[in-house]
T-cell receptor, first 115, second 119 residues
């Protein structure tokens, strides 16, 4: 079964607007971490933001924030004030304490920022 | 800032040949990973390595694949007899160990990747 689901294969957003990229996950482990990575066309994987399952508050890192809804098992990435350089693939990933501390990735969402 | 380095950045090999992809993880990290990404597709887990042995491996990681940490700094992925479908970007990653990933950021630090092309 898919552990990480990203239902939006592609998204478009106008420059300077906010965009939400969806991520839902499946785990029975009470201790897990959720991560978002950005992959520009050059191919490298860039860490953006982390949310721990025990965190009481939603994570924020600059223009990135995570809308963490634990009961719904969702961890959506919100990018505010989109920039052209935000155009990339975005991957949601999860790491569980009881699963060998491996990272499992979702299929990704390709974000295109329009001028 | 410490980083994971991978060599080569691009490798072209003939089908049936052996290839070794090399990685230098971040020195104080304890977990090491290989992932692959077929062009434009999802990032697939291959293997994780901890305490000098494989801790997890996926169905992709069959007998044609092996990993080694030969000298305490390098971490290598060997494909014994490459197939056309092995063509992909291969990422090495490392991360610190934490007993409770729900409370502390233990992101995976990725290398730049090795693009393997099997012809």
């Amino acid at each position: 079964a898919q552990k990480i689901t990203q239902t939006q294969p592609g998204m478009f957003v106008q420059e300077k607007e906010a965009v939400t990229l969806d991520c839902t996950y499946d785990t029975s482990d009470p201790s897990y971490g959720l991560f978002w990575y950005k992959q520009p066309s050059s191919g490298e994987m860039i860490f953006l933001i982390y949310q721990g399952s025990y965190d009481q508050q939603n994570a924020t890192e600059g223009r990135y924030s995570l809308n963490f809804q634990k009961a719904r098992k969702s961890a959506n990435l919100v990018i505010s004030a989109s920039q052209l350089g935000d155009s990339a693939m975005y991957f949601c990933a999860m790491r569980e304490d009881n699963y060998g501390q491996n990272f499992v990735f979702g299929p990704g969402t390709r974000l295109s920022v329009l001028p | 800032e410490p980083e994971v380095t991978q060599t080569p950045s691009h490798q072209v090999t003939q089908m049936g040949q052996e290839v070794i992809l090399r990685c230098v993880p971040i020195s104080n990290h304890l977990y090491f990973y290989w992932y692959r990404q077929i062009l434009g597709q999802k990032v697939e887990f291959l293997v994780s390595f901890y305490n000098n042995e494989i801790s997890e491996k996926s169905e992709i990681f069959d007998d044609q694949f092996s990993v080694e940490r030969p000298d305490g700094s390098n971490f290598t992925l060997k494909i014994r007899s490459t197939k056309l479908e092995d063509s992909a970007m291969y990422f090495c990653a490392s991360s610190p160990e934490i007993r409770n990933v729900g409370t502390a950021n233990t992101e995976a630090f990725f290398g730049q990747g090795t693009r393997l092309t099997v012809v």
